[in-house]
């Protein structure tokens, strides 16, 4: 007799269908549907008021949904909300946690809200707080509070980690300490939701990404896919000063896909890097323009922003 059917390898840890939240003003989630599988870390991408934090506050159980369908782990927050509870792990996007408390008594507190996880002492060494353990909140650093608030959404041992902007406003070294300690989550199989407008961050971070715009899901993919789907291998910028430039005859260039002018630069999207750079020296020589500066970088996610939108993230 044949055996029992075997079940997939991975399942899917977040449902999400035709999800729609208004207010007063904006429409904040507009019809998004998304599916996160057990064990993959999956970045929401997107400009200020795309309405990630809304989509992520909804399946975290802090915010209703208009209408839509919203499935964590198997369970429904109409339903469920205790065991909900027990199994995810939260990172807001700004954790206002007691100042007067030390680091210890932080998440010793944290850890009497689960039934089962790490004790506050372990926690500490996950994170890498030990040298503050008895340090009070309100004199850690920016990047040490983010690393405790971190440390507050594991001591439950969640199946499913929530992280919202985990590194906005931090510098560079903190993001890079906060990025390590997240891919050892990773790398030990947890399921993470990660919300984010670094770009560079999700595509070390993700294996999946949908980019968020206006309330929609405007592509989804894994990064690689995402910078392929636009067709360009690298991106140039120059800039020829005051000159006078024309764009059309830019434009013509062989394996030049787009052109715009953008704050005094003009930035080209090509497919070969190493016939594009020849080809625009000459063009300016033709044009008798001086070139007063140059850069390329291979395509990015930002990159597929741009494509998509017209924008560039940081410029909202």
Same mark, same amino acid.
């Given at each position: 007799? !044949?055996?029992?059917?075997q079940?997939?390898?991975? %399942?899917?840890?977040?449902?999400?269908?035709?999800?729609?939240?208004? $207010? &007063?003003?904006?429409?904040?989630?507009?019809?998004?549907?998304?599916?996160?599988?057990?064990?993959?870390?999956?970045?929401?991408?997107g !400009?200020?008021?795309?309405?990630?934090?809304?989509?992520?506050?909804?399946?975290?159980? @802090?915010?209703?949904?208009?209408?839509?369908?919203?499935?964590?782990?198997? @369970?429904?927050?109409?339903s469920?909300?205790?065991?909900?509870?027990?199994?995810?792990?939260?990172?807001?996007?700004?954790?206002?946690?007691?100042? &007067?408390?030390?680091?210890?008594?932080?998440?010793?507190?944290?850890?009497?809200?689960?039934?089962?996880?790490?004790?506050?002492?372990?926690?500490?060494?996950?994170?890498?707080?030990?040298?503050k353990?008895?340090?009070r909140?309100?004199?850690?650093?920016g990047?040490q %509070?983010?690393?405790?608030?971190?440390?507050?959404?594991?001591?439950g041992?969640?199946?499913?980690?929530?992280?919202?902007?985990?590194?906005?406003?931090?510098?560079?070294?903190?993001?890079?300490?906060?990025? $390590?300690?997240?891919?050892?989550?990773?790398?030990?199989?947890r399921?993470?939701?990660?919300?984010?407008? $670094?770009?560079?961050?999700?595509?070390?971070?993700?294996?999946?990404?949908?980019?968020?715009?206006?309330? &929609?899901?405007?592509?989804?993919?894994?990064?690689?896919?995402?910078?392929?789907?636009?067709?360009?291998?690298h991106?140039?910028?120059?800039?020829?000063?005051?000159?006078s430039?024309?764009?059309?005859?830019?434009?013509?260039?062989?394996?030049?896909?787009?052109?715009?002018?953008?704050?005094?630069?003009v930035?080209?999207?090509?497919?070969?890097?190493?016939?594009?750079?020849?080809?625009?020296?000459?063009?300016l020589?033709?044009?008798?323009?001086?070139?007063?500066?140059?850069?390329?970088?291979?395509?990015?996610?930002?990159?597929?922003?741009?494509?998509?939108?017209?924008?560039?993230?940081?410029?909202?």
């Amino acid at each position: 007799m !044949p055996g029992p059917m075997q079940e997939p390898q991975s %399942k899917a840890a977040l449902c999400v269908r035709n999800l729609r939240k208004a $207010y &007063k003003d904006v429409v904040a989630v507009n019809g998004v549907d998304l599916e996160v599988l057990s064990g993959e870390c999956f970045g929401l991408l997107g !400009p200020n008021g795309a309405g990630k934090t809304t989509t992520i506050e909804i399946c975290e159980g @802090l915010t209703e949904a208009d209408s839509g369908e919203v499935e964590v782990l198997g @369970l429904r927050w109409s339903s469920d909300a205790p065991a909900l509870r027990q199994k995810l792990g939260i990172q807001l996007q700004d954790t206002q946690l007691a100042e &007067k408390l030390t680091v210890l008594e932080t998440l010793r507190l944290f850890r009497s809200f689960f039934h089962q996880g790490p004790g506050a002492e372990e926690a500490i060494r996950m994170v890498q707080l030990d040298e503050k353990r008895d340090a009070r909140v309100g004199a850690l650093s920016g990047g040490q %509070k983010q690393r405790l608030a971190l440390a507050c959404a594991l001591v439950g041992d969640p199946d499913l980690l929530f992280l919202d902007e985990p590194t906005t406003g931090l510098d560079p070294q903190a993001r890079r300490q906060l990025w $390590y300690l997240i891919e050892e989550f990773k790398a030990a199989g947890r399921t993470i939701l990660l919300t984010t407008h $670094y770009m560079d961050e999700a595509e070390r971070l993700c294996g999946r990404v949908a980019i968020m715009d206006h309330g &929609k899901i405007i592509a989804q993919g894994t990064p690689r896919e995402l910078i392929a789907s636009i067709g360009v291998e690298h991106v140039v910028e120059f800039s020829a000063g005051s000159s006078s430039l024309d764009l059309a005859g830019i434009g013509g260039m062989a394996g030049v896909r787009d052109v715009r002018g953008e704050n005094g630069n003009v930035l080209l999207q090509v497919t070969e890097l190493h016939r594009a750079v020849p080809a625009l020296l000459n063009e300016l020589g033709r044009q008798g323009v001086p070139l007063t500066e140059l850069r390329t970088h291979s395509a990015t996610l930002e990159d597929v922003f741009v494509h998509l939108t017209g924008r560039h993230l940081r410029d909202e």
